[in-house]
């Protein structure tokens, strides 16, 4: 009878027996069918075993030894290895037995360095030896399918020589395994040698390894087919700006690296749209030009300019700290100008940064994935678009979206789409994968229907099922397809699926953060990026497709979802409090996603702050709303109580007016149910009086002052024996209220006392909250009462200092109203050459800040003005902006401008509209309660009572003085 031997340790099997009895390996019966594969193969030996034998007691040897062989065994499996041989202190595996190639002397490698890494720590201090090598080994077929070495052969020997070879503690490859990994990875290398090894003929390169850094990658690296006549067309010179579309998996991104690749040496600036990030302003602008300065948050404002300074862009200190705090430099400090004018200056310096960038470097510009892109860094490229200076060559990638079609239709730029692929171009893409049958090509072609990602993610299941996949249904979508693939992953399945909650790019350091439990968390991390399921972004790995992704995350119980995002969250705050402070709004996607609804308000409120701030009002409105619908919910219909309710409220009504403007329905109902909420939402103090100072400042600027009288005293109510804070909201509102109601005593009283309690360290930062300072606000008011009292030049000096005071601390933005209300004052008092010179400074600025609702008051008043100059010509446009005033419910001095339009009217011989003007006023003043202005309303009157006199009488109508 014939003896069979283990394949995997050379001891004869008993007969019949399934398994080797000495190492446990799969018996191999079927020798006839020997296979030539090529391999990499490991040998890793404990350095030093017969001295630590002789040193240490036999028990302690032997759990050392255990130690070793469990070491080995779990990292040759985390790297889909297979441990082949145990002997004593040492252990000889094999890679690639699943496919060839490079990924798998890519793990050889990985593996040796994390072993090597960890013997110290495990091994009570001992290290070992690596010694790696590739090439052809006979291979033989088990009864189950499963391929095992032939041991015998020259590269199993080479191995075990080239251990011989390494330092303590160190790893050596042979030159035939570093030829597989151009690629893939850059090796540090230490030592590079040919030796002669102990019974081998010919000297092997030697190459002493301590670590490797994966390449960036920028597509999956698979062989670009049929796409000659696109990118004919990308690189001719028909047109410098183009739109590449297609669905998902169609190749853009492919196309664009092989786009890269043929423009070499010329450079190519790569901005790709992430998902993670969606909603942060100008991520994928500021990731370019971050990379292209080489900056990191550490880097100083000095770096910058540097930087800035060789693209030959000089800034004033005010625009480079605002660069420095756009590209997240940690020494940058908060620019005192109003969100709107940070929102256009950031996107100004940022276009003109990224086209400077590409003029002096000759480079194209590639935008991938423009479908995740935020409205301002479309902007940015919609303004390189449209600037007839930048010749560069710009290349769009984008699925079919309304946004893309939007930029197409308006600027004209070339569409280039992308088509299926052919039967037999999908014929040639699937040459890569030799084993597949004819039956299986046909039908991976057949269900892809031309899509290459979802060709090649057929093949790829196909290989992984081996002799199995013409057994079983081909998954009928690029979704479930992907799902198959990980489900075929083994015991990185789950570890796939944690991190597809982090998103499409995964930082290392955020993964830990999720999988604390999983002590080679790192290992794993590269054999998923050496398999190709993740890439080597320069922002952290990403996923090879978003698709990958988002099936590996669809692929998770939603009950498990849930806690993932909540336990990342969790971890995210305890650990990277500096990130949750920077970027809020991971946080707050995260909690929204794990439904924590007990966090969700407090996170959708800092997210919703932090997009106030920076004039991004969608996104702003996106959380803040979640945090309301999502309070209402948990209350099921009854009246929500937590303390958070008010502020949101408050905020995405603040949101909703600069978005929508005062009229629109949304904005109404916002302060309506907000109004409500007052009456019986939980909250503290402060939290109320901010809510009411909103509220007021909404009756107010609508017109209605008698109304806006019930707020001050909730908020005289609220500020009883609370804060002088409490006690400064209220008195500036009071000052307002009595002011517009033309109390001109009792609105300085008032003011007198809230600038007692005015202290700038302590409230001059509460124009952040509530969009005004209350001590310029006061200032401003008291202009309007001194000069009342004939007291002109104690009226401008308040108006300076009030803008002084806001220059100081910062709160620019209320500068154009400061102007524009001194403006009136200083009418009021008969100055009107001061007045149209302070109109028109308030103007200027509100349009520098593109700040629309100041700059339409001002030009109400400023053509008020000329019409009370004389400028009769000048009525119809007063007539229009009060028109656009009301419309957007900003109908504060309504009754004033309508008296004014009848002394036009009655200037013109008009006197019926005049007196319909004069009563619709009338009616105003007593409906609203507004009587600032009832002087000159009175006055007024007077004259056209009188000019209908005159006119009785039988003499023309006077001119309007």
């Known amino acids: 009878m014939q003896v069979i031997n283990c394949l995997a340790c050379s001891e004869p099997l008993a007969q019949g027996a399934k398994f080797c009895g000495n190492c446990g390996a799969e018996a191999v019966l079927d020798a006839q069918n020997p296979e030539l594969r090529v391999l990499t193969i490991q040998f890793v030996d404990l350095v030093g075993s017969t001295a630590y034998a002789n040193s240490t007691e036999l028990e302690a040897y032997d759990d050392t030894i255990a130690a070793f062989h469990e070491l080995v065994s779990n990292v040759v499996l985390t790297y889909r290895g297979t441990v082949l041989q145990r002997y004593g202190d040492g252990v000889l595996s094999c890679f690639g037995l699943g496919h060839d190639g490079e990924d798998s002397a890519l793990s050889a490698i990985a593996a040796g360095l994390s072993i090597a890494k960890n013997a110290p720590e495990t091994l009570n201090g001992q290290n070992v030896r690596v010694g790696i090598d590739s090439g052809q080994v006979m291979c033989r077929v088990g009864q189950t399918g499963t391929l095992f070495p032939q041991l015998a052969g020259l590269h199993v020997n080479r191995a075990a020589r080239l251990q011989e070879q390494a330092p303590t503690?160190?790893?050596?490859?042979?030159?035939?395994?570093?030829?597989?990994?151009?690629?893939?990875?850059?090796?540090?290398?230490?030592?590079?040698?040919?030796?002669?090894?102990?019974?081998?003929?010919?000297?092997?390169?030697?190459?002493?390894?301590?670590?490797?850094?994966?390449?960036?990658?920028?597509?999956?690296?698979?062989?670009?087919?049929?796409?000659?006549?696109?990118?004919?067309t990308l690189l001719g010179e028909t047109a410098t700006t183009f739109a590449l579309i297609g669905p998902a998996g169609i190749g853009k991104s492919a196309v664009l690296s092989e786009l890269i690749r043929r423009a070499d040496p010329s450079p190519v600036i790569c901005l790709d749209a992430r998902a993670n990030l969606s909603q942060t302003a100008l991520f994928p602008v500021i990731e370019a030009v971050r990379s292209e300065f080489s900056l990191t948050d550490a880097s100083p404002s000095t770096a910058l300019q540097a930087g800035l300074s060789d693209i030959g862009v000089a800034l004033n200190d005010q625009d480079l700290n605002l660069m420095a705090t756009v590209l997240g430099l940690r020494d940058a400090t908060p620019v005192p100008l109003p969100p709107e004018q940070q929102k256009s200056r950031r996107i100004e310096l940022t276009t003109e940064a990224l086209r400077k960038i590409a003029v002096r470097k000759m480079a194209a510009l590639a935008f991938d994935d423009f479908h995740w892109a935020d409205e301002e860094s479309a902007t940015v490229l919609r303004n390189l678009i449209d600037d007839p200076g930048f010749t560069n060559r710009l290349i769009i990638t984008s699925r079919r979206t309304d946004q893309i079609n939007t930029l197409i239709d308006e600027t004209g730029i070339q569409t280039v789409v992308l088509q299926p692929l052919s039967d037999e171009a999908a014929k040639d893409a699937l040459a890569a994968y030799p084993a597949l049958t004819e039956d299986m090509r046909h039908s991976i072609i057949s269900g892809a229907e031309g899509n290459p990602l979802f060709l090649l993610a057929l093949a790829e299941r196909a290989r992984q099922l081996g002799n199995q996949a013409g057994d079983l249904p081909l998954p009928q979508s690029i979704e479930a397809t992907f799902q198959a693939i990980i489900n075929g992953l083994g015991p990185l399945k789950d570890v796939v699926q944690c991190l597809s909650v982090?998103?499409?790019?995964?930082?290392?350091?955020?993964?830990?953060?999720?999988?604390?439990?999983?002590?080679?968390?790192?290992?794993?991390?590269?054999?998923?990026?050496?398999?190709?399921?993740?890439?080597?972004?320069?922002?952290?790995?990403?996923?090879?497709?978003?698709?990958?992704?988002?099936?590996?995350?669809?692929?998770?119980?939603?009950?498990?979802?849930?806690?993932?995002?909540?336990?990342?969250?969790?971890?995210?705050?305890?650990?990277?409090?500096?990130?949750?402070?920077?970027?809020?709004?991971?946080?707050?996607?995260?909690?929204?996603?794990?439904?924590?609804?007990?966090?969700?308000?407090?996170?959708?409120?800092?997210?919703?702050?932090?997009?106030?701030?920076?004039?991004?009002?969608?996104?702003?409105?996106?959380?803040?709303?979640?945090?309301?619908?999502?309070?209402?919910?948990?209350?099921?219909?009854?009246?929500?109580?937590?303390?958070?309710?008010?502020?949101?409220?408050?905020?995405?009504?603040?949101?909703?007016?600069?978005?929508?403007g005062f009229s629109h329905p949304t904005v109404l109902d916002s302060y309506k149910k907000l109004e409500s909420a007052v009456s019986y939402a939980e909250g503290t103090d402060r939290q109320r009086m901010i809510t009411l100072y909103g509220l007021f400042a909404h009756r107010i600027i609508s017109g209605e002052v008698r109304a806006s009288r019930e707020l001050v005293d909730q908020m005289e109510k609220l500020a009883a024996n609370g804060s002088d804070e409490l006690a400064v909201l209220w008195l500036v509102n009071k000052t307002a209220q009595e002011l517009y109601s033309g109390d001109f005593e009792a609105a300085e009283n008032s003011s007198n006392a809230l600038k007692r309690l005015y202290r700038t360290e302590d409230h001059g930062i509460l124009f952040v909250e509530i969009g005004a300072d209350p001590l310029a606000s006061v200032l401003s008011a008291d202009a309007h009462i001194l000069i009342r009292k004939g007291d002109k030049d104690g009226a401008v000096g308040a108006i300076e200092a009030a803008k002084s005071h806001l220059n100081a601390i910062g709160a620019t933005t209320q500068l154009p109203w400061i102007h524009i209300f001194g403006a009136q004052a200083f009418f009021e008092g008969g100055h009107l050459p001061l007045a149209l010179t302070e109109i028109q400074t308030g103007i200027d600025i509100a349009d520098e800040q593109n700040a629309g609702f100041w700059s339409l008051i001002g030009r109400l008043w400023q053509s008020l003005l000329r019409v009370y100059d004389g400028d009769l010509d000048t009525a119809p446009t007063f007539e229009g902006y009060i028109s656009h005033a009301s419309a957007i419910g900003a109908q504060l001095n309504l009754p004033f401008y309508n008296a004014v339009l009848a002394k036009v009217k009655a200037a013109r011989g008009d006197m019926d509209d005049a007196r319909d003007l004069i009563r619709q006023a009338v009616e105003m003043i007593e409906a609203r309660g507004e009587r600032e202005w009832a002087s000159r309303f009175e006055a007024i009157r007077a004259d056209i009572e009188k000019d209908e006199t005159v006119g009785a009488s039988g003499s023309d109508n006077p001119e309007l003085t």
Do not use: W
Request: one cysteine or more; hydrophobic letters at 45%; proline letters at 4%.
């Open 169 to 232: 503690g160190g790893v050596v490859i042979s030159g035939e395994t570093q030829s597989f990994l151009s690629r893939l990875a850059e090796l540090d290398i230490t030592s590079h040698k040919p030796l002669a090894l102990k019974g081998i003929d010919v000297p092997v390169d030697v190459i002493g390894v301590s670590g490797f850094t994966f390449l960036e990658q920028s597509d999956t690296g698979r062989k670009l087919l049929e796409r000659e006549s696109e990118l004919s």
């Open 502 to 660: 982090l998103g499409r790019v995964v930082d290392p350091a955020h993964a830990r953060l999720l999988l604390p439990d999983r002590s080679n968390i790192e290992d794993e991390l590269r054999v998923l990026t050496i398999n190709g399921i993740l890439h080597k972004r320069r922002d952290g790995l990403t996923f090879d497709h978003i698709l990958l992704r988002d099936a590996a995350y669809e692929m998770l119980p939603g009950k498990r979802r849930r806690a993932l995002h909540l336990q990342f969250a969790d971890q995210l705050r305890l650990h990277d409090p500096d990130l949750v402070a920077k970027l809020p709004e991971i946080l707050a996607d995260h909690v929204l996603a794990a439904k924590a609804h007990d966090q969700i308000p407090s996170a959708c409120i800092a997210a919703g702050v932090r997009m106030l701030m920076a004039a991004n009002f969608d996104p702003a409105i996106k959380y803040l709303d979640s945090a309301q619908v999502d309070m209402e919910k948990q209350a099921k219909g009854n009246t929500v109580t937590r303390e958070e309710y008010l502020p949101v409220l408050s905020l995405l009504a603040s949101a909703l007016v600069q978005r929508l």
